[in-house]
Every structure is written in structure tokens, then in C-alpha cells.
């Protein structure tokens, strides 16, 4: 049964950088058949996608986040990261790990099938 | 590609038909369109991906349907656990979400 779970800092200072893990649990991130996606949510509102990464390292960003993230992955924990550099209150949200699936989508990013818990982080000095 | 999901508030009781909107800006190419649950204090959960393929352990109640622009999600018999905020999602060569649709109970 495969799981996620996202950890890291719940509180993050303006200007500093928001960093994130998520280790997967129950199923291998070398596997050929999955993206590995961070998508935040702030408090009460819609989702937004941050990013993904495929084993190999291959990283696929939204444009509107691109100059401040990096994801990287860690095949050896069965791990990938987030970096958010330059963080604002506007970056407050819970934060989410997931599985995207390629079965049936191509391109740099596709569905997700499996979702961590959540963290939420906080921005405030 | 901007999703618009309509209406804003759905506001049904358990037993009714249930049907949502979801219009995108330009054409979704292969029907990559996707539709997902969300319950308070919980993660999306994936219902139908390819716009109509519904997710493993997904009722037969959900079902989706549409092309190019105009994509809807139908829930044919309200259960008592499915009043919940319902997003749609494109992928592919770009991710973006729709704001969402939130099923209440009448």
C-alpha cells in the first residue's frame, strides 16, 4: 500500500527558504511509470501545482513558481524535495506530495493517484 | 490554459443528480482533463482521469464525460459522503487546476 508523507519546518521566516521532504512508502521511486509532484494549497483556497520530478531528475516546474523552486529526488531514501527560495506570506499553504501517474499521459506533468497527508507552512517572522 | 468550473456552490440533497462544469480557455489536447474530491482537514482524492476513466475504487456513481473546452462531471445518486469541493485539473505539457466546486447539502 503505497504512502507519502511530507515533512519539514511548519514555520518559515520571509525572505528565507521553505524546504520539504516527502518519503514514499510501499512502492519504489524508480519506478518508470511516475512523476513525483509537490502542489500547495493556501488556506481556503484552490490548488496549485508546484512541480514535479521524474527518477532520472528530469524536473518540470510551473512557470509562475520557476525562478524560486527546485525539486530533487533521492532514489537511495526513496525521497524528493522541495525548495522554495524568497518566501512570502503569499506562500503560506499546506503543502502536498504526490504520485503522477503516466498511465495514459504524456508531458511534463499528468494526474495525481496517490496524495500525502499534507503539511501546512506557516510564513511569519 | 485558465479552468472555469461552474457553478461556484451546488447545493443538492442525498438522492439527486449531480452535474459540474468545467470549461477551459483552449482546447485540452487528448483529454488530458482530470477530476478530483476534497473533504475538510483531507487530500484530494483522484475520481476520473482522460476526462471519462474513472480511478481504481471509484463508485459508478461518478462518471465523466467531454472534449476539447467543456468537460462535466455527473454524480448520479448523491451519497451522504459525497458533498465535498470537486476540482478539475488539466495536465500534460502544463497543470492547472479549476478554482473548484463545492457540493453542499441542501
Known amino acids: 500500500h503505497l504512502q507519502l508523507q511530507e515533512s519539514g519546518p511548519g514555520l518559515v521566516k520571509p525572505s528565507e527558504t521553505l524546504s520539504l521532504t516527502c518519503t514514499v512508502s510501499g512502492g519504489s521511486i524508480s519506478s518508470s511509470s511516475y512523476y513525483w509532484g509537490w502542489i500547495r494549497q493556501p488556506p481556503g483556497k484552490g490548488l496549485e501545482w508546484i512541480g514535479s520530478i521524474y527518477h532520472s531528475g528530469s524536473t518540470f516546474y510551473n512557470p509562475s513558481l520557476k525562478s524560486r523552486v527546485t525539486i530533487s529526488v533521492d532514489t537511495s531514501k526513496n525521497q524528493f524535495s522541495l525548495k522554495l527560495s524568497s518566501v512570502t506570506a503569499a506562500d503560506m499553504a499546506v503543502y502536498y506530495c504526490?504520485?503522477?501517474?503516466?498511465?495514459?499521459?504524456?508531458?511534463?506533468?499528468?494526474?495525481?493517484?496517490?496524495w500525502g497527508q499534507g503539511t501546512l507552512v506557516t510564513v511569519s517572522s | 490554459i485558465v479552468l472555469t468550473q461552474s457553478p461556484g456552490t451546488l447545493s443538492l440533497s442525498p438522492g439527486e443528480r449531480a452535474t459540474l462544469s468545467c470549461r477551459a480557455s483552449?482546447?485540452?489536447?487528448?483529454?488530458?482533463l482530470a477530476w478530483y474530491q476534497q473533504k475538510p482537514g483531507q487530500a484530494p482524492r483522484l475520481l476520473i482521469y482522460g476526462a471519462s476513466s474513472r480511478a481504481t475504487g471509484i463508485p459508478d456513481r461518478f462518471s465523466g464525460s467531454g472534449s476539447g473546452t467543456d468537460f462535466t462531471l455527473n454524480i448520479s445518486r448523491l451519497e451522504p459522503e459525497d458533498f465535498a469541493v470537486y476540482y478539475c485539473q488539466k495536465y500534460g505539457s502544463s497543470l492547472t487546476f479549476g478554482g473548484g466546486t463545492k457540493v453542499e447539502i441542501k
Open positions: 504526490a504520485r503522477e501517474s503516466l498511465w495514459l499521459c504524456s508531458g511534463g506533468s499528468c494526474y495525481s493517484d496517490y
Open positions: 483552449q482546447s485540452v489536447s487528448s483529454s488530458y
